[in-house]
């Protein structure tokens, strides 16, 4: 027993020391989010009177044509370098042919045009997979109960070139049919289109999360069976991995996990393996999810900053979410 104080046993590292007032902690931030890392999607409607909030996405709306240029203009005015666009279609014009998906005039090429044209220079991103516009709600054509792979990658090709045609920037993949990455590069390169840029959702897995999103698109009662012959199985890592290597390898400018928060631990090993641009996709489920909590009063709105820093924690380059413009207006006013 020493009777000593000075020479009295001591914590060897007093990590409290660095957390004892904000500027010292400033100091010695590791991550931080701006709104450059952030990527806002927009649901655009061509239905008369489906405009509006979604009910299972409180905060959201189905946006008109009009709508999506005012979105654009606000994500110019807040440093939101990018918006995606997911269309809302007739559904009564729903086909198992999906001919709708190539149509220069559906709703969601006229959504490019108008974006392009109000602010030429947002990064315009689409979506690239046959559910808006399919009869039976799958991303890719469906025989006899069956995802056709290779007839469905022809009519994404097609789909694709046409929105590129319409002046989209950034393609995001998000059927996961094999060896659409390659195709879309290749007809991409001999159409013209060398400059635009796929974003692949290359470890997308088939998640219960997308539930608010489908009622957003008008797909919920579409949908026949799951998709589970084609997205991934939230158990498995390495096959997620091998999806990633896969597209970067077939050509994917940047990469895509989906869904986000329940599957940082793949964020971060596509980041440390591959090196690429990665970005996370904080779905629709994961927003109804903090969103109602919030609005029920049994969360903080902090939690939603904080759930995107996590992101970039992560090893995420940036975040599709749709708290993109009430995140980047908080940042702007920090
Ligand atoms: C389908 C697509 C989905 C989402 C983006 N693209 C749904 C699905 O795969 O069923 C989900 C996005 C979200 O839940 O916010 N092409």
Known sequence: MS????????????????????????MVTETDLSAHN????????????????????????RLTLDGAKRAAERAAELGIPSICIFPHSDQDLRTEGCERAWDPDNIGNLAIRAIKETVPELV????????????????????DGVILNDESVEALVRMALVQAECGADLLGPS???DGRIGALRTALEANSHKDVAILSYAAKFASGFYGPFRDAVGASGRLVGDKKTYQVNPANREEALRCVARDLSEG?????????????DICREVKDRFG?????????GEYAMLEGAIRAGWLSRDTVAESLLCFRRAGCDGILTYFAPEVAEALAHK
């Open 38 to 61: 952030l990527i806002w999607p927009i649901f655009v409607t061509e239905v008369t009177g489906a405009e509006g909030e979604i009910a299972s996405m409180p905060g959201v709306e």
């Open 3 to 26: 009777a000593n104080p000075i020479i009295a046993p001591f914590p060897a590292t007093r990590l409290r020391r660095l957390r004892q007032n904000a500027n010292i902690r400033a």
């Open 175 to 177: 059927d996961m049919m």
């Open 276 to 284: 690429a641009p990665t970005f996370a996709y904080q779905v629709s």
């Open 124 to 143: 315009v991103m689409t979506d690239i997979a046959l559910d808006p516009y399919n009869a039976n709600g799958h991303d890719g054509l469906v025989r």
């Open 252 to 264: 994917a400018d940047m990469v895509m996990v989906k869904p986000g928060l329940p599957y940082l």
